[in-house]
């Protein structure tokens, strides 16, 4: 569809959805494209098994594109193989960023501390525009109480030529803690160390109480996002350097080695 027709589409379907639980937000959005065109994209981070137990129990069989940055948590590896064994995944497709960027841009592996925004580009953005090519539309785990840019989140947006779809941005922390108890899902390892937002090492921090979820990334640092969520034709896909060699891997769960 074209950009016109994206945002068209994703207003109707965010009034339509507007009262809908998230469960029926992540079905309508297996019928909004064709199949094979939609894909989950996740951190599998804190609060991530509350969406992608909600996803496994419309489609197990959906595409969840993960982002390996190379800067990982290895808790956070450990979590995904661990998730993606308890709802049987059967496609989770890792995405890591081009070992000829990283050689031009970041040679010395001190990039987050000089550039974060450039570093975020080359290990996140540009690998996700192109996992993100052969899709439609998109499904991710945002919500409105982690603050900052995310207090108006629509449950469906446009991003350029696709939809993307918010299933839990009006769901409250209360919402999520009531997802892991009645289905007594596992935590990130971190957060029983204080982490609420967990993302690379280099700029996760602990977050103090009262503070919101994401505060504890990047802190001090004025930025709040990675990249990944401002629209795509401002992501943008990155210079022939940043892209040469994104390199992906599959992994199915009835296959799995636990890594990291």
């Not at 998730?83 to 995944?89: K, V, Y």
């Not at 989140?153 to 409250?172: I, T, Y």
Request: some cysteine; overall charge negative.
């Amino acid at each position: 569809m074209t950009e016109q027709e994206a945002q068209a589409t994703a207003a109707a379907l965010d009034r339509d959805l507007a009262d809908t639980a998230p469960a029926d937000v992540i079905a309508a959005a297996t019928r909004a494209v064709a199949p094979g065109r939609l894909a989950v994209v996740s951190s599998f981070g804190a609060e991530t098994a509350a969406l992608l137990k909600l996803v496994a129990e419309v489609d197990r069989a959906l595409p969840v594109l993960f982002l390996d940055t190379g800067w990982l948590f290895p808790e956070t590896l450990a979590y995904r193989d661990a998730l993606a064994s308890l709802f049987d995944l059967t496609d989770i497709r890792v995405y890591t960023p081009s070992t000829c960027a990283l050689a031009e841009r970041d040679p010395d592996s001190d990039l987050w501390s000089r550039d974060p925004d450039a570093c975020c580009h080359i290990r996140k953005v540009v690998p996700l525009t192109e996992a993100l090519r052969p899709f439609d539309a998109w499904i991710n785990g945002r919500k409105r109480y982690h603050g900052h840019q995310r207090q108006r989140l629509p449950l469906v947006e446009s991003d350029g030529e696709r939809l993307k779809f918010n299933p839990l941005a009006h769901s409250s922390r209360q919402d999520i803690e009531r997802i892991f108890a009645a289905h007594v899902l596992p935590r990130h390892p971190l957060e029983a160390h204080g982490f609420s937002s967990i993302g690379c090492m280099p700029c996760t921090s602990r977050t103090l109480p009262g503070e919101d979820p994401r505060t504890g990334r990047w802190r001090g640092r004025g930025k709040t996002e990675c990249g990944i969520h401002v629209r795509s034709e401002t992501r943008g896909s990155g210079t022939s350097a940043d892209n040469n060699e994104t390199r992906a891997e599959t992994i199915r769960a009835s296959a799995h080695q636990p890594t990291g």
